[in-house]
């Protein structure tokens, strides 16, 4: 059962460091000062131990005052600072209300670890959406009609446009729009097949093949929406998403998971109070096992971006797995490496997809908004690259910003130039994580075995 503690959670706890704890800190100054990257003892010191002396990693840790509440461990590396901006957003990322409907809406990914990722990219929401339903039929029913209202949503909303909602998979191999997708994918609804009501695609014979929204329930797929969003006052373009865990409740009090599985306290951030009994009650409905099966989701995302590779999704990953596996010393290690300068071009690929959509002329963003989110670019670039480098790219992004004047995404230099940046920045970013990951003997460790 969860238990709560109120207050603001910091790293306030006083147990003492055993000796072998302390060796490994002692390894992890060493090797940051090595590795050219700053770290802060006495701060990397109170986070593990605030982490380790936490007791029940079941516990939630309950801010009143910034009416927030999260698993302790995740309350440690929130920053309440961008709370404002944050909650800015909920009513266009949130679901619609419905009568038989519960919610609970969290902000999660970097958005969620503002203390660590100094320089997060995308606005990631994640919520827990429970139905109460006589059946499971209805319960689909009810998730249809709330998903299908909150989708459409955008096409009213200013500076706010739809990118796909994902719901439901694909039960056979077809091709839409030109590209093959096998069975199981997810189905991904844009606001035109949604207003349809049905997804037309093509069998691998050739015969003519209708999805119907009617006929979609979650399956074996997952439940996402994925927006674009201007901030005209901040001159900022972010993606936005809702990742949505979708349970029922039968009338004998039962609680299902429409998705397979109840998502288990990990990492994210609830932004309202009154939604902490839903939480709690929610997780006593956790598999035993969750804690061991998010930590293999973790293992097989870090084998998959090795292998693309991305070195910074791969920190990202094993800074999440670490915390839950217990290697603190590796994980107080990772956390430093977010806030040096180059993981700033970590933002740069998701600013550009953003200012790449914007710039659709159905989105309704304005011209002048895109060319203040490419100046955000550039300032990113400056602050994390110098000499040839950083000549190379800013050229490039100016000659991006000229395209986004003059053409827009007609021709062919905003595709070339954007797919130039974006490559660039990459291998910065990749170079950065890679050698300090694979500067440190623990994490190395790991990731060789991983990689395996």
């Not at 010191?45 to 309950?62: C, E, Y």
């Not at 990631?124 to 249809?144: G, I, M, N, P, S």
């Not at 998701?350 to 002329?361: C, W």
């Amino acid at each position: 059962m969860v238990r709560t503690e109120q207050g603001r959670v910091g790293p306030r706890y006083e147990v003492p460091v055993k000796d072998e704890e302390d060796a490994k800190l002692d390894e992890i100054v060493a090797t940051a000062g090595d590795m050219g990257v700053e770290i802060d003892a006495d701060e990397a010191r109170k986070w593990v131990l605030a982490v380790a002396a936490g007791g029940d990693t079941g516990t939630i840790a309950v801010d009143a005052s910034a009416g927030i509440f999260a698993d302790r461990v995740t309350m440690l590396d929130f920053d309440p600072d961008d709370l404002d901006h944050i909650r800015g957003l909920v009513p266009h990322g949130r679901v619609e209300t419905h009568p038989a409907v519960e919610s609970a809406i969290a902000i999660a990914g970097s958005s969620a670890q503002g203390r660590v990722q100094l320089f997060p990219g995308d606005v990631d929401f994640f919520e827990r959406v429970h139905v109460r339903a006589k059946d499971e039929a209805e319960a689909h029913q009810v998730l249809r009609d709330v998903l299908r209202e909150t989708a459409l949503r955008a096409l009213g909303e200013a500076d706010i446009m739809l990118l796909y909602l994902e719901v439901g998979v694909y039960r056979e191999t077809v091709r839409v729009d030109g590209e093959m997708r096998d069975a199981g994918d997810n189905l991904s609804w844009t606001s035109e097949a949604l207003v349809a009501g049905e997804i037309a695609a093509e069998s691998a014979d050739g015969r003519p093949v209708t999805v119907r929204w009617d006929d979609t329930t979650v399956g074996g797929g997952w439940v996402y929406l994925g927006w674009i969003a201007a901030d005209r006052e901040r001159g900022r373009i972010a993606l936005m998403s809702n990742m949505v865990d979708a349970t029922w409740e039968d009338p004998t009090g039962a609680i299902h998971a429409l998705d397979g599985a109840v998502d288990p306290l990990s990492q994210e951030v609830y932004l309202e109070l009154d939604a902490l009994p839903l939480v709690a009650k929610l997780d006593r409905a956790v598999a035993p096992d969750a804690r061991a099966t998010y930590a293999a989701a973790m293992r097989d995302q870090v084998s998959r971006y090795l292998t693309e590779p991305s070195f910074g999704k791969v920190a990202k990953r094993l800074y999440n797995l670490f915390r839950v596996t217990d290697e603190l010393e590796a994980a107080a290690y990772v956390r430093e490496l977010f806030d040096e300068s180059p993981a700033r071009l970590y933002q740069v690929s998701g600013l550009l997809d953003a200012a790449d959509a914007a710039l659709d002329e159905s989105s309704g963003i304005d011209r002048d908004t895109v060319l203040r989110q490419l100046d955000v670019v550039a300032a990113a670039i400056k602050d994390a690259t110098e000499g040839d480098e950083e000549d190379a790219l800013l050229a490039s992004l100016a000659r991006l910003r000229e395209a986004a004047l003059q053409e827009g995404r007609e021709g062919t230099s905003w595709a070339d130039v954007l797919t130039e940046v974006r490559k660039g920045c990459a291998a910065e970013v990749n170079d950065f994580f890679r050698s300090r990951l694979l500067g440190h003997v623990t994490v190395r460790g790991y990731v060789e075995s991983l990689g395996k």
